[in-house]
């Protein structure tokens, strides 16, 4: 199985910062990669699909990076709705992995 | 639009069985395939199984083979999943999600499963 880890695990950050998340497989996944947005009680949201692209309805100021077993997603400049917790999931292979998740906060 | 409604919230005991449905609208439900996803309580996110809308080909993971059968019924849209010697570790939030060869789209609502005595 294809192992994905994150980091980090927590983030605190403030409105208008700029955020980076990382995400590593444990093997190369080509661009196989996505991510999720998830909120408290709510389903997660698909944000980039392949690694870097932008799923219809979101906003520009989120961006993904990377191929291969190394991927980044960044918010170019963090808004009130943005704090959340984020998964990386490599769907390259059977079974589908996500990684272990990172909560971005208020600092 | 595309929508994933699942049934509701279910409590069992340990030992038993609990089925998920999950009706699909809004699409041709045997273009896509539906995976399923499971979330306990503060946890991350654990891939459970895909089944394809279109032939029923599945694709379990490990540690849920034997335990959990995924099917699709075409006449209705509608998609389930069945989880049987259900633990108290089983005791989470369960996703249907729409995929076919790609990241996953959309999501259902969630059907929390409780396992307690």
């Known amino acids: 199985d294809i192992q994905m880890t994150q980091s980090p695990s927590t983030l605190s950050a403030s409105v208008g910062d700029r955020v980076t998340i990382t995400c590593r497989a444990s093997?190369?996944?080509?661009?196989?990669l996505a991510w999720y947005q998830q909120k408290p009680g709510k389903a997660p949201k698909l944000l980039i699909y392949?690694?870097?692209s932008l799923e219809s309805g979101v906003p520009s100021r989120f961006s993904g990076s990377g191929s291969g077993t190394e991927f980044t997603l960044t918010i170019s400049s963090l808004q009130p709705d943005d704090f959340a917790t984020y998964y990386c999931?490599?769907?390259?292979?059977?079974?589908?992995?996500f990684g272990p998740g990172t909560k971005v906060d208020i600092k | 639009q595309v929508q994933l409604v699942q049934s509701g919230a279910e409590v069992k005991k340990p030992g038993a069985s609990v089925k998920v449905s999950c009706k699909a609208s809004?699409?041709?439900?045997?273009?896509?395939?539906i995976s399923w996803v499971r979330q306990a309580p503060g946890q991350g996110l654990e891939w459970m199984g895909w089944?394809?809308?279109?032939?029923?080909?599945?694709n379990y993971a490990q540690k849920l083979q034997g335990r959990v059968t995924m099917t699709t019924d075409t006449s209705t849209s509608t998609a389930y999943m069945e989880l049987r010697s259900l633990r108290s570790d089983d005791t989470a939030v369960y996703y249907c999600?729409?995929?076919?060869?790609?990241?996953?789209?959309?999501w259902g609502q969630g059907t929390l499963v409780t396992v307690s005595s």
């Open positions: 809004g699409y041709t439900f045997t273009s896509y395939g």
């Open positions: 392949k690694a870097s």
């Open positions: 093997q190369s996944i080509s661009s196989w």
């Open positions: 089944i394809s809308a279109y032939n029923g080909n599945t």
């Open positions: 999931q490599q769907y390259n292979s059977y079974p589908r992995t």
């Open positions: 999600a729409r995929e076919e060869f790609s990241a996953v789209d959309y």
